[in-house]
């Protein structure tokens, strides 16, 4: 079978070398790896993880960024049984020492230092230092750490970890490979723990290819395609929608640990991207650097984007000013295998502005009221998905699996969304966002639409504070556009012509940046705490 009909990670990675050869899969600076070379990469990982002594079940864990030993170690731990479970590169010790305990790692593939981070010290000093027989004392199932990247006492190299693999044939190695099944755990990946600690989402090898398979179809990911991975090896996105996809269809990956603006639109340039996928943040942030227009654009066709409410505008721009050929819209939860909907190539420009599309093939998606009854259309209500993209379940949490799925399949997003006649949904806000102000429901998203067709701000954000006689009302976070030079006054002024009067934001604050998360979400608990500290 071709490349992007495989259901297992193993089988895609063999299919892709014989169908892409010696074009490159992987370009890093001036290290090229082509398709065969990177399958042969991946048996020789492969071989040192079952050296290791990794066996079907096994959980494998990488706390790394974004870079080419990332993508053969995790070809290397599926390939020998093992479930990966990413660690964000943004965690401290204690945090990541909670997913190294949750999934049971055996193993931990990091490196020694990142942004001056030194991810094994913040380990060892959170969760204990090595012990005769362990590499961090308070983590009884992690047996080895692994550097992919420079060298430290406390860990084993990359380069000695692969070199103990001869000690097991490539033939013993691919076997183990081809006894992987698509219902094999292929990744846990632990949400965000906005709500408690983090859960483990656990999903199959067979439900994400098939899900990712349409989704390089929809967005037209082709064969020779530059793609930038921006977004993050350990989410979905820079995984699955990233080198996952790209693997799938042909596509060069080129992965870029920092999102820094500058250095995205050099590389634009200099090295002809051709994809450039990214929540909407990514390309304001584009669009508010000042001289951006001067540089060379012109190798960009395709933008994939969603996981927010998206000005129209934005979208406009992107194609008018950045010069995208094709901006596609989508929206998709960890839970469902990272996508849910999708625009099609055929819609028209507004509806790919202004919704995220309509269930994959082979998914269902609704909006319901609080009692699981489908809303009716054009009404708001909670997103359901059901289908083969649905997670297998919260690792070792049953409990929280039946709050979330319910006894008819329908996995619970928590997300608002207003489905039309066609089936196409418009994603509104987070229940947990929506405030109430003077009996109203406020959804900061459609607020945060509305300010940013303000012709001098940039960006913004809205959070609900507490008011004594309204009981909430809206704060804004400004980030002005290019010399421009907003008041909060102004502001204000502008938001009582443009929107409904409990919409207006009664407090706004100027500030420089949004705080983002390592996916350029808006990180609003930091908001919050800057509210307070604000207000008093």
């Known amino acids: 079978m071709a490349a992007h009909e495989q259901r297992t990670i193993p089988g895609l990675i063999g299919a892709a070398a014989a169908d892409f050869g010696d074009a490159t899969a992987i370009e890093e600076g001036e290290l090229k ?117 420079g060298e430290r006492v406390d860990c084993r190299s990359w380069d000695d970890f692969l070199g103990a693999g001869g000690s097991v044939s490539a033939e013993a190695a691919a076997e183990r490979a081809a006894a992987v099944s698509p219902d094999d755990l292929s990744d846990i990946l632990f949400t965000s723990g906005t709500t408690g600690q983090p859960k483990g989402v656990m999903t199959a090898h067979g439900q994400n290819l098939e899900a990712f398979a349409a989704w390089s179809d929809v967005v037209g990911l082709r064969e020779g395609d530059r793609y930038l991975v921006v977004n993050p090896f350990f989410h979905a996105f820079g995984y699955k929608a990233g080198w996952l996809s790209a693997l799938m269809r042909g596509a060069t990956i080129l992965p870029q ?37 001067s540089a060379d654009l012109s190798s960009l066709r395709l933008a994939v984007t969603g996981a927010a409410v998206i000005p129209v505008e934005l979208i406009h721009k992107m194609r008018d000013v950045l010069g995208f050929e094709t901006v596609i819209t989508g929206y998709g939860l960890t839970e469902a295998c990272g996508i849910a909907t999708m625009c099609r190539y055929d819609d028209d420009p507004e509806t790919i502005a202004t919704t995220s599309g309509r269930a994959i093939p082979g998914a269902e998606v609704r909006c319901v009221d609080d009692s699981g009854a489908e809303v009716a259309r054009g009404e708001a209500g909670e997103v359901v998905v059901r289908g083969y993209n ?20 329908w996995l619970h997003t928590g997300d608002v969304g207003v489905m039309d006649e066609r089936g196409y ?48 009302v809206g704060m804004a976070f400004i980030v002005a556009a290019p010399g421009a030079s907003p008041t909060p006054e102004s502001v204000i002024a502008w938001c009582r012509e443009n929107m409904a009067n409990y919409k207006v934001p009664r407090h706004v604050a100027l500030i420089d940046e949004l705080p983002l998360n390592a996916m350029n979400k808006v990180q609003k608990f930091v908001l919050r705490e800057r509210a307070r500290e604000i207000l008093g």
């Open 390 to 409: 649905v997670m297998r379940g919260y690792l070792d949490d049953d409990a929280a699996t039946r709050e979330t799925i319910d006894a008819d399949g």
């Open 425 to 472: 949904i418009r994603i509104t806000d987070r229940i947990k966002d929506m405030f109430i102000m003077g009996g109203f429901n406020c959804y900061p998203a459609e607020i945060e639409l509305i300010l940013c067709g303000h012709e001098e701000i940039a960006a913004a954000a809205v959070i609900g504070v507490p008011d004594e006689r309204m009981g909430e």
């Open 257 to 293: 640990p920092v999102f820094d603006v500058g250095v995205v639109l050099e590389r634009i340039a200099s090295e002809s991207i051709s994809v450039l996928p990214g929540p909407p943040a990514l390309y304001q942030s584009i669009l508010a650097t000042p001289g951006f227009d």
């Open 33 to 149: 790896i082509g398709f065969r070379d990177l399958a042969e990469a991946g048996v020789a990982a492969t071989r040192a993880f079952m050296a290791a002594g990794v066996e079907p079940g096994d959980r494998v864990a990488i706390w790394a960024p974004n870079f080419h030993e990332w993508i053969v170690a995790a070809i290397g731990l599926q390939s020998a049984g093992a479930a990966l479970v990413p660690l964000n590169t943004r965690l401290k010790g204690a945090e990541a020492g909670y997913i190294l305990e949750k999934s049971g790692a055996r193993l931990l593939c990091t490196v020694d230092a990142f942004l001056d981070t030194d991810y094994v010290g913040m380990l060892q000093s959170a969760c204990g230092t090595a012990s005769d027989s362990r590499p961090v004392a308070g983590l009884p199932a992690l047996e080895q750490i692994i550097c992919l990247r």
